[in-house]
């Protein structure tokens, strides 16, 4: 076991990804108390709410876990663009008799200029935090780790890879071409390598002096192992989580996983601005026919999604939800996140 992960209290080399609307504090400190590292996406929610599952997760296990917020540029507004988008999606609100907003909001902050979140941190400590997207600036790197916080990032390239070393972070989340939700993509308009997991932490492991946590496809123990061998020190895992009794996913996303769009899983920037692979659905064959360009930028054009698949869901519509997951998708398996560990450290001890 890798001293990070020691340092940690892990008994096991497996994290549970930090699902943002499917991780909850239950299904966290499951994973941890399993010898894992349980995490929670906190990126979509306030410092209020931050720091309500930070202590519901620490009333439920007394071990470590992590918790994850996005790092993304602030978005430019572009009424314009805003405007012709929502006129675009009318005739599918008509569709469900409802009508689109009349404006778009940018629905969640960037841990970039949320000092009230980073604040709650400092205050409340947790094990581990991590970024996707991109990193705080340095002076808040260098806040959280002298309060003893354990910083990790996600990188699709070695360059960003590097970057993040050089900013003081402990461990890279190698994220592959195959991990399903959002790409860690730090600048949008540079072109996606698409490196799958193996190759990628191959290629991190041997220009790194920090470890490297390889992310994407991984859904059992020779997946992990697989992972291991190539260099990572741990493996994280998060379709693999979905259909879990702690998993915040309905019904009809977690029959998604196993079913024909499941094996189809595609990268799409359709549902929120930035590139995440999801379920196919009618959504994702729409966006196959739009010009990406004229997007509204990320967040704010998921807001005008989130509408949309609220207008679709009162209809009895699940066929425009966002439904995030990898290529490893139906591989899942359906049990408590108790089960899923005790089986997921079977099937690594049995490729030793």
Request: charged fraction near 15%; charge should be negative; glycine fraction near 8%.
């Amino acid at each position: 076991m890798h001293q990070l992960l020691e340092k940690l209290g892990l008994t096991t080399p497996i994290i549970q990804a930090p699902m943002a609307g499917v991780a909850t504090p239950q299904m966290a400190a499951a994973v941890s108390n399993a010898g894992g590292l349980g995490s929670l996406g906190l990126a979509t929610v306030g410092a209020t709410d931050v720091r309500a599952q930070i202590q519901q997760t620490r009333a439920l296990t007394d071990r470590a876990f992590n918790v994850n917020f996005f790092c993304h540029t602030p978005p430019q507004r572009d009424v314009a663009k805003e405007r012709a988008w929502l006129d675009h999606l009318a005739p599918l609100f008509a569709k469900f008799n409802a009508t689109p907003p009349a404006t778009l909001a940018e629905i969640y902050t960037t841990f970039e200029a949320d000092d009230d979140t980073y604040q709650v941190l400092l205050d409340e400590r947790p094990a581990v935090v991590s970024f996707h997207f991109g990193l705080p600036d340095m002076k808040k790197i260098a806040a959280l780790k002298n309060a003893g916080i354990t910083i990790l990032a996600t990188a699709i390239t070695l360059p960003d890879a590097i970057a993040a070393q050089n900013a003081g972070v402990d461990a890279i989340v190698a994220q592959g071409y195959e991990a399903g939700g959002h790409r860690g993509i730090i600048d949008p308009t540079a072109p996606d390598s698409r490196l799958t997991t193996l190759a990628l932490t191959q290629i991190l492991a041997a220009n790194l002096y920090v470890p490297v946590i390889a992310a994407g496809g991984i859904m059992n123990g020779a997946g992990i192992r697989a992972a291991l061998n190539v260099g990572a020190i741990a493996a994280q895992l998060g379709t693999a989580f979905i259909d879990t009794e702690h998993s915040l996913a309905d019904a009809p996303y977690r029959a998604a996983l196993t079913s024909f769009a499941g094996h189809n899983t595609l990268i799409t920037s359709i549902l929120s601005g930035r590139p995440a692979r999801c379920v196919a659905n009618s959504f994702t064959a729409m966006g196959a026919t739009t010009d990406h360009t004229d997007l509204p930028a990320y967040p704010i054009l998921y807001d005008a999604t989130k509408s949309l698949i609220a207008a679709a869901k009162s209809a009895g519509d699940t066929a425009f939800a966002a439904q995030w997951a990898g290529q490893g998708a139906p591989l899942s398996r359906a049990m408590s996140v108790a089960e899923l560990m005790d089986i997921l450290k079977s099937e690594l001890d049995a490729t030793v």
